[in-house]
């Protein structure tokens, strides 16, 4: 425990959210105490149905054995003469067990005083993790020393919440926010005579930190090749948000993808179905010829249309308790944002994943959120906002939940030791309540979360973080307000 304080303590220091910090030692603490890993030995989990990622089926569950973090047998049971069985967990008829879900656009970011997005990590990720989102990659960090700190209290043992997969910073001129709205535009921390050894640089030092996966945003064209590949030449992968705020392209598809892009995110046209969406087939041939992955976005570009529409099927709790008393009052006073998509464009959005996944992009569909908090809504909720969006545009059920796991893990290199149910794969699993095949919605119903072995209730978890999250007054807000730091050293 003193380690977990003193840990803690140096991540205040860092970050200035000093009460804050305090709060989740005694939050970890508390919540260590509820979920600890089996020591006991080998746990069965019997009954109830399995869906594992792998076979295009939901089938009964006989038997899933896991002991020290991992899957040590699938569709065995309580007489396996190979494996003995220290405790069992028998589950309802009405469960389904599901591999842990994998979110590859997880913002950490708030913004929550109107001065920039900076990282919130222990509260928010423990709310991904009650989620039954047990992998996050962060696409775009503005302190990503927050994360990568938070990944390795999580990776001992000392902190809760999901695995992450850090980002590292922007590469590129978003370093500098929505201060940019172009490449082009000069950005102190990315700045516009940015030599390719100080790219090369970049890449090399946050590849030396465990970052896997690079986010590229208003990079130029000669910025972005650059980029993919330096993160190539480490084994990382790659990902952009090629449009500008001007509404054309940065860096223009077909040639990232020529570059070497790995995935895609948001749009695969910049138009709204006429002329500019016209080469979409196109476009389409040259990612799945090129295995390039598409992460679209849908609930977030749908934004307040689409949760109008849908009402009560997006918006199923009240997320806002997990905000500060002081937080909540600021949004609400700020109101919602205007929709990140006017109906037209969202249209098209939807007519390019249907498309997508027609023409066979099914094992290259991802699930990102692309939540960057500026309401009272949370990325982990979030996640099952996507889940159904996807579903709305005509995705069916299991390549939703494919899409979620399976080749989330593929994207990002790790499919050998996340993404399904199979043996020697790490044990990141979740049970919920329902069939998801028959109605999406029930990945929310979430009983039980393991991952890595270890044990979590997801009501527990939430209610561990409720008037956690934002400044406590009006004096508490240095901590959230971002502050661009030069590339180069002054």
């Not at 000069?186 to 996966?213: F, H, L, Y």
Request: charged share 25%; glycine share 8%.
């Amino acid at each position: 425990m003193i380690s977990l304080f003193r840990s803690i303590r140096n991540y205040c220091e860092f970050s200035s959210l000093f009460l804050i910090c305090v709060l989740s030692f005694i939050l970890c603490a508390d919540a260590d105490a509820k979920s600890k890993k089996d020591s006991t030995g080998n746990v069965l989990i019997h009954g109830g149905w399995l869906i594992d990622a792998v076979s295009e089926e939901r089938r009964k569950n006989t038997g899933i054995i896991i002991g020290d973090g991992k899957i040590i047998a699938v569709d065995s049971n309580e007489s396996n003469p190979f494996v003995k069985i220290s405790r069992t967990i028998e589950l309802s008829d009405t469960d389904t067990v599901l591999p842990g879900m994998i979110d590859m656009h997880a913002h950490y970011n708030f913004n929550l005083v109107d001065v920039g997005r900076v990282e919130e990590v222990i509260y928010n990720g423990i709310i991904f993790l009650a989620n039954g989102v047990t992998s996050t990659w962060s696409a775009g960090e503005y302190y990503p020393e927050r994360v990568i700190q938070q990944r390795d209290l999580i990776e001992s043992g000392e902190m809760i919440g999901p695995r992450l997969f850090p980002s590292g910073p922007y590469f590129g001129a978003f370093r500098c926010e929505y201060a940019v709205k172009v490449a082009e535009d000069d950005c102190a921390a990315w700045p516009n005579d940015i030599t390719e050894q100080e790219i090369r640089n970049e890449v090399n030092k946050w590849a030396q930190q465990g970052v896997i996966s690079i986010k590229i945003k208003q990079a130029s064209p000669g910025e972005a090749k650059i980029l993919i590949e330096q993160a190539h030449k480490n084994g990382m992968t790659t990902t952009a948000h090629l449009a500008n705020y001007l509404g054309e392209y940065d860096v223009n598809l077909r040639d990232a993808i020529l570059m070497g892009l790995d995935r895609v995110e948001h749009r695969i046209t910049l138009g709204v179905g006429g002329e500019r969406s016209a080469d979409m087939d196109q476009m389409i041939d040259l990612m799945l010829s090129n295995q390039v992955y598409y992460d679209p976005n849908i609930q977030m570009y749908g934004g307040i249309d689409l949760r109008r529409e849908l009402g009560a099927d997006m918006i199923w709790t009240d997320e806002s308790q997990y905000f500060t008393p002081y937080a909540q009052n600021l949004l609400k006073v700020r109101g919602d944002p205007p929709p990140e998509s006017e109906p037209p464009a969202f249209k098209q959005r939807l007519v390019e994943l249907k498309a997508f996944y027609r023409k066979g992009g099914e094992d290259l569909i991802l699930v990102g959120t692309d939540e960057p908090v500026y309401t009272s809504l949370l990325p982990g909720f979030a996640y099952h906002r996507e889940l159904y969006a996807m579903v709305y545009a005509g995705i069916p059920n299991m390549s939703v939940i494919r899409a979620a796991t399976i080749n989330g893990a593929k994207a990002l290199g790790v499919e050998d030791e996340l993404g399904s149910i199979e043996v020697g794969k790490i044990a990141d699993i979740i049970i919920i309540n329902g069939d998801p095949i028959e109605d999406i919605k029930n990945t929310r119903n979430v009983k039980m979360i393991i991952k890595e072995g270890e044990f979590y209730d997801p009501m527990m978890l939430l209610n561990s973080v409720k008037g956690s999250i934002g400044p406590k007054d009006s004096e508490d807000h240095a901590g959230w307000e971002l502050k661009i730091r030069p590339l180069r050293a002054e």
